[in-house]
């Protein structure tokens, strides 16, 4: 290993994966948000957003996330619709992920006791109060591994962002080594850079579940 290499090239590995870390959470976040309506309107069955919802989830999720890329930032210009490299990103990383967490939270849903909501309408709850003190926080207990997974699988998916020109670690780790010829060097750095980022989540994710297994006794209905 050349430690000279090493030390020379980690400030740019730092930029890349503060760039990488903030469109995959940004990514995340929305995959998060928009996934959980989805998972109400399959749960609830809501007439025609059902069916759509169904057709999303089946394109996003057999479609690669680099075809997705591809469609976004060379596509759409086509029909006049220009997005910047961190834009089709990000928008990326939701039309995916949030395919993947609104089953993760329907499975969650859908495992609650009916049993809980029913004793949540005897004592008066209204809709909203049941699903967020009823339902969410056992659907989350249930869910919390899956979306746990589904997390560290869309972190990784951001290995393609360079494909539309984003200076992501996949970006900067092929730079370096078309430039240097330094390949073992940058592959270990870019290796390096992902357990930085990935094993962190990991953990909070295995932390929250464990947290929330204990809880849900006492936040079923309080």
Request: hydrophobic share 55%; proline share 3%; charged share 15%.
């Amino acid at each position: 290993m050349n430690r000279d290499f090493l030390v020379a090239m980690l400030p740019q590995y730092v930029e890349a994966a503060k760039l990488t870390l903030s469109i995959g959470l940004l990514g995340v976040l929305g995959s998060v948000l928009v996934g959980l309506i989805i998972a109400f309107i399959r749960v609830e069955k809501i007439p025609l957003l059902n069916g759509i919802a169904k057709a999303y989830i089946e394109v996003s999720r057999n479609t690669p996330l680099l075809i997705q890329l591809f469609f976004l930032y060379f596509g759409l210009p086509k029909a006049g619709i220009v997005l910047s490299s961190e834009a089709c990103a990000i928008i990326g990383m939701i039309f995916l992920g949030a395919s993947y967490m609104a089953e993760s939270f329907r499975s969650g849903i859908e495992a609650v006791d009916r049993r809980q909501i029913e004793a949540a309408m005897a004592i008066g709850l209204t809709k909203s109060q049941r699903i967020r003190y009823v339902v969410l926080p056992q659907a989350l207990a249930v869910a919390i591994p899956s979306i746990g997974a589904n997390t560290i699988f869309l972190m990784k998916e951001t290995s393609v962002f360079s494909a539309v020109a984003l200076a992501d670690l996949m970006y900067v780790a092929k730079d370096l080594i078309g430039l240097y010829y330094e390949t073992d060097e940058a592959l270990f750095m870019l290796v390096v850079s992902y357990l930085v980022i990935l094993v962190p989540i990991a953990v909070i994710f295995s932390l929250l579940e464990r947290r929330l297994r204990r809880g849900i006794g006492t936040s079923a209905i309080a």
